[in-house]
């Protein structure tokens, strides 16, 4: 199916820039395509296994799956491994066949009326920053090749929303309350910090905000400068205390 539009597949910015509108936004737009009745965005921004953000679950399935699910999620085992050169699968072909036949019936699947998955890895430089599976219900049948060759067609733009996501998400943590050496940033210097505490490097820092490398290398130069640290490693503790309060006096 062709997509005419290929901004339906950005998130409305007018929304709160978080991974779980990001979750429900893509859900919306991919739902027509894939025949996704629900969705699971597992946010890995910072390591694993990270955040998870349901779309159209029942209540208890978030609940349920970090209890009883996660340690023994195929899916996650994938993402962990940094799942595979080209980035999307069904969970129906992590399974081993026994496992594989009585899908439908997995506990968490057949209990809340879903039946099949599929998955997309949303990578920054090489590195798992995301993953949004799709869920079919269990009378709709698997995914097929038509259904994964869509996925690995939209990946690059599904990964692009997901960045500016986390760019605009990072552009509005409100770090620098009460603290004067984050205070003595600009608006730019603020977003450029709290990207790179996040772990993204220059290069990836630059196209989130449309600026270039040389630039961003000007302001983090700037930021270690004006907080008197000597590198990343120092400014990411840095905001990391400040966010919890650690500094707090």
Sequence with gaps: MPIHDPAVMVPDLSRPAAPAAFAEAAMLSLRPLFGATRAVLSDRQRG????????????W??????????????????LDREASENGVTRLSDLLPAARRAALPRETLLADSGAGFVLIMALREQNRIVGALSLVRDAGLG????????????????????????????????????GNDLFHALTPR??????????????????????????????????VLDKTGTRNRTELSALIGTQRHGGDAS
């Design 48 to 59: 694993r296994p990270g955040e998870m953000h349901f779309v159209n679950w029942p209540s």
């Design 61 to 78: 399935c978030q609940a349920h799956y970090c209890a009883e699910v996660r340690a023994r999620d195929p899916i996650r085992s994938w």
């Design 142 to 177: 698997d995914f097929d090749e038509r259904d994964r060759g869509l996925a690995l067609a939209l990946l690059p733009l599904l990964e692009m929303a997901y960045h500016g996501v986390i760019a605009r998400a990072a552009a509005t943590v409100p770090l620098f309350a």
């Design 189 to 222: 210097e603020r977003q450029v910090a709290a990207l790179a505490a996040a772990g993204h490097p220059n290069k990836s820092i630059a196209r989130m905000l449309d600026a270039s490398p040389w630039t961003i290398k000007n302001h983090m130069r700037a």
